[in-house]
């Protein structure tokens, strides 16, 4: 019995693994996007976040499976739980690349600009933090999961960064350009959310390790 819950947990770390790839290569691809200006890849990846809608689907269904079928011991039971939680999270981040796409459509591609070049790496940073929460979660790596936690803190300086760029535009083109700066401040509050789900993940996935989570502080038996 216990091996055949062990391959089915081993099965819900690959679905996991999974599903951060496919966040990870839509934020690639809405960031290629955006520097492009290609509507057509931006359409790509709106329809391809119903894949990642699929497998969340798929994994709750397989968590449910483990909760009701096999009555895991108590680490078990966090761990189960936490991937629950995390892929409400990477759902999220499928939304938020297709929120991206949806402004490079609505502006026709004309969105990125030359001046705006940390808004690459911001999106390369969001994208390591996401691999990095689920890699530990599969490896059971509290200290990566708390390295994840602390990059939140680098995206935060990178929107205000490009937010305070964009007021100086504003202040320097007298409200030319508008549209363009506002969509420029919105995909990059898209990547700083996207930066807060990675870190909620890391959170979790330092709850299925220790047993306390940052917002409750309660600890659970393991």
């Given at each position: 019995m216990r091996n055949k819950f062990d391959e089915q947990l081993h099965r819900l770390e690959e679905l996991l693994t999974q599903m951060g790839e496919l966040c990870e290569t839509a934020i690639a691809k809405a960031t290629q996007a955006l520097k492009d200006g290609s509507i057509e890849q931006a359409k790509i990846i709106i329809a391809e976040d119903e894949e990642i809608d699929q497998l969340e689907k798929d994994i709750e269904r397989l968590c449910l499976k483990l909760l009701l079928q096999q009555q895991p011991v108590a680490k078990d039971l966090r761990r189960i739980s936490a991937a629950l939680k995390m892929i409400t999270d990477m759902e999220r981040i499928g939304d938020q690349t297709s929120d991206i796409a949806e402004i490079i459509i609505s502006s026709k591609g004309v969105v990125a600009t030359d001046e705006i070049h940390v808004i690459g790496t911001m999106a390369s940073e969001v994208s390591k933090m996401v691999r990095n929460s689920v890699t530990a979660y599969v490896n059971r790596d509290l200290e990566l999961a708390k390295d994840v936690m602390?990059?939140?803190?680098?995206?935060?300086?990178?929107?205000?960064?490009?937010r305070d760029e964009m007021i100086d535009f504003i202040k320097e083109e007298k409200g030319e350009n508008g549209k363009k700066i506002f969509d420029l401040i919105m995909v990059t509050k898209y990547l700083e959310r996207i930066g807060d789900h990675a870190t909620n993940i890391a959170e979790w996935v330092e709850f299925s390790i220790t047993g306390v989570h940052k917002d409750s502080a309660v600890i659970h038996e393991r």
């Amino acid at each position: 019995m216990r091996n055949k819950f062990d391959e089915q947990l081993h099965r819900l770390e690959e679905l996991l693994t999974q599903m951060g790839e496919l966040c990870e290569t839509a934020i690639a691809k809405a960031t290629q996007a955006l520097k492009d200006g290609s509507i057509e890849q931006a359409k790509i990846i709106i329809a391809e976040d119903e894949e990642i809608d699929q497998l969340e689907k798929d994994i709750e269904r397989l968590c449910l499976k483990l909760l009701l079928q096999q009555q895991p011991v108590a680490k078990d039971l966090r761990r189960i739980s936490a991937a629950l939680k995390m892929i409400t999270d990477m759902e999220r981040i499928g939304d938020q690349t297709s929120d991206i796409a949806e402004i490079i459509i609505s502006s026709k591609g004309v969105v990125a600009t030359d001046e705006i070049h940390v808004i690459g790496t911001m999106a390369s940073e969001v994208s390591k933090m996401v691999r990095n929460s689920v890699t530990a979660y599969v490896n059971r790596d509290l200290e990566l999961a708390k390295d994840v936690m602390k990059a939140d803190d680098e995206i935060d300086q990178y929107f205000d960064e490009v937010r305070d760029e964009m007021i100086d535009f504003i202040k320097e083109e007298k409200g030319e350009n508008g549209k363009k700066i506002f969509d420029l401040i919105m995909v990059t509050k898209y990547l700083e959310r996207i930066g807060d789900h990675a870190t909620n993940i890391a959170e979790w996935v330092e709850f299925s390790i220790t047993g306390v989570h940052k917002d409750s502080a309660v600890i659970h038996e393991r």
